[in-house]
């Protein structure tokens, strides 16, 4: 695909966004962009009615590509704002764990992140409904994983050794679930450590969960792990393993409403929602225009 000659891009920045060793992202993208004849405009998220403000300036500026310059939470907001729009994302991974960029193969290195922004392939691809309000294009989970990424919000310490301390404290802690999912083929009843709803593969660690996934077949996969140990979850997050089939089943659906007996953790894209009994999800189905790395 050829590149317009002048492209008008807005870059969303969340300036709280991944760890202490953070990238100077403004200077860094107009170091980039020094002699080039492409314009752009920089919106910074300060948390106070973002989704509303970020609405506001793409209507104003009409962007043609709209770069999301943070982690997962960060890239659905801004993509909320795009779905079903004749207007490209991008990503710049920002975050402290960057799942969606893992997913993508989208590199850290900031010319090189920037170099797939300007020359990658863009592609439609499908994003998850959750609860009729929030947009899930990567991962959100019930129980282990959800109260993992709880621990590891109120923690002070970062990257893996902050996540792996954590695991220890949820496993000690862990609990089953009786849930009931009703998709749009089947009802399922199980008890389970963890439910999955999957639109990629892999979490920001590199954990292999869903090796079904794919972000443009118009489906999502249910994983319930009905099994979970401290083995098992080495494996996972060390060694990038998939789980043991044993314990482990997947289902697909284009939509899906999970049902708890008791309220349980729930995060959607690395964020935590808190405890919740109901979960409804649907499929969107191609509505997200994403740039991707050339292959």
Same mark, same amino acid.
């Given at each position: 695909?050829?590149?317009?000659?002048?492209?008008?891009?807005?870059?969303?920045?969340? #300036?709280?966004?991944?760890?202490?060793?953070?990238?100077?992202?403004?200077?860094?993208?107009?170091?980039?962009?020094?002699?080039?004849?492409?314009?752009?405009?920089?919106?910074?998220?300060?948390?106070?009615?973002?989704?509303?403000?970020?609405?506001?300036? $793409?209507?104003?500026?009409?962007?043609?590509?709209?770069?999301?310059?943070?982690?997962?939470?960060?890239?659905?907001?801004?993509?909320?704002?795009?779905?079903?729009?004749? $207007?490209?994302?991008?990503?710049?991974?920002?975050?402290?764990?960057? =799942?969606?960029?893992?997913?993508?193969?989208?590199? $850290?290195?900031?010319?090189?992140?920037?170099?797939?922004?300007?020359? =990658?392939?863009?592609?439609?691809?499908?994003?998850?409904?959750?609860?009729?309000?929030?947009?899930?294009?990567?991962?959100?989970?019930? =129980?282990?994983?959800?109260?993992?990424?709880?621990?590891?919000?109120?923690?002070?310490?970062?990257?893996?050794?902050?996540?792996?301390?954590?695991?220890?404290?949820?496993?000690?802690?862990?609990?089953?679930?009786?849930?009931?999912?009703?998709?749009?083929?089947?009802?399922?009843?199980?008890?389970?450590?963890?439910?999955?709803?999957?639109?990629?593969?892999?979490?920001?660690?590199?954990?292999?969960?869903? #090796?079904?996934?794919?972000?443009?077949?118009?489906?999502?996969?249910?994983?319930?792990?009905?099994?979970?140990?401290? $083995?098992?979850?080495?494996?996972?997050?060390?060694?990038?393993?998939?789980?043991?089939?044993?314990?482990?089943?997947?289902?697909?659906?284009?939509?899906?409403?999970?049902?708890?007996?008791?309220?349980?953790?729930?995060?959607?894209?690395?964020?935590?929602? =808190?405890?919740?009994?109901?979960?409804?999800?649907?499929?969107?189905?191609?509505?997200?225009?994403?740039?991707?790395?050339?292959?």
């Amino acid at each position: 695909m050829a590149i317009p000659s002048k492209l008008k891009i807005l870059f969303v920045i969340n #300036p709280v966004s991944g760890t202490k060793a953070k990238i100077a992202w403004e200077p860094a993208i107009r170091n980039y962009f020094v002699n080039l004849q492409h314009s752009f405009d920089f919106f910074l998220l300060d948390g106070k009615d973002d989704a509303t403000s970020l609405k506001y300036w $793409i209507e104003k500026l009409q962007p043609e590509r709209v770069i999301a310059v943070g982690g997962d939470g960060t890239i659905s907001l801004v993509a909320e704002q795009l779905l079903g729009k004749n $207007i490209v994302m991008g990503i710049l991974p920002a975050g402290s764990a960057n =799942g969606m960029a893992k997913e993508l193969d989208i590199p $850290i290195d900031v010319n090189e992140a920037l170099d797939i922004i300007l020359n =990658g392939v863009i592609k439609p691809c499908d994003a998850i409904r959750i609860n009729d309000k929030e947009i899930c294009l990567h991962l959100s989970d019930l =129980g282990f994983n959800a109260q993992l990424i709880k621990y590891f919000d109120q923690g002070n310490l970062r990257g893996k050794l902050g996540y792996f301390l954590k695991v220890f404290k949820v496993l000690w802690r862990k609990r089953l679930m009786n849930v009931t999912i009703q998709t749009n083929k089947e009802e399922i009843k199980r008890r389970a450590f963890m439910v999955v709803i999957a639109n990629a593969s892999k979490y920001g660690t590199g954990a292999l969960i869903n #090796p079904e996934g794919d972000l443009d077949d118009g489906l999502f996969e249910i994983v319930v792990v009905r099994r979970i140990n401290f $083995i098992s979850v080495l494996k996972m997050f060390l060694q990038f393993k998939r789980f043991n089939p044993k314990k482990v089943e997947l289902f697909r659906a284009e939509s899906a409403v999970f049902t708890t007996t008791k309220k349980t953790h729930f995060q959607v894209d690395g964020e935590y929602l =808190g405890r919740v009994s109901n979960v409804k999800a649907e499929i969107l189905k191609s509505q997200l225009k994403l740039i991707l790395p050339s292959k």
